[in-house]
Nanobody, 123 residues
Framework: QVQLVESGGGLVQAGGSLRLSCVAS????????MGWFRQAPGKEREFVAA????????YYADAVKGRFTISRDNAKNTVYLQMNSLKPEDTAVYYC????????????????WGKGTLVTVSS
């Protein structure tokens, strides 16, 4: 059974930073794409960032380019999201996701999801 467990959310002032972590278990994730999505109150879930395990291809949403950095530690089955220069509009529940498709891109969905971690950015 695949499990994705997020951590690192919390309350931060605008301009601050947070680092989210997601630990994956239940499979060998060496060829999986891993990513982060978010859902703000009253809005649909949206793509934030993703990284393919093999080759390290990385994708970002335009709204977070230059501020957020996704990275991974294959040995630990962990993916990170470093969030800098946070804005109130970044407030959302952030979800970790994974997919076994080796050529994944943001046009595709994700097969597995975590339960989310709340990020609140105060102005």
């Amino acid at each position: 059974q695949v499990q994705l467990v997020e951590s690192g959310g919390g309350l931060v002032q605008a301009g601050g930073s947070l680092r989210l972590s997601c630990v994956a278990s239940g499979r060998t994730f060496s060829s999986y794409a891993m990513g982060w999505f978010r859902q703000a109150p009253g809005k649909e879930r949206e793509f934030v960032a993703a990284i393919r395990w093999s080759g390290g291809r990385i994708y970002y949403a335009d709204a977070v380019k230059g501020r957020f950095t996704i990275s991974r530690d294959n040995a630990k089955n962990t993916v990170y999201l470093q969030m800098n220069s946070l804005k109130p509009e970044d407030t959302a529940v952030y979800y970790c996701a994974a997919d076994p498709y080796g050529s994944w891109s943001p046009n595709y969905g994700m097969a597995y999801w975590g339960k989310g971690t709340l990020v609140t950015v105060s102005s």
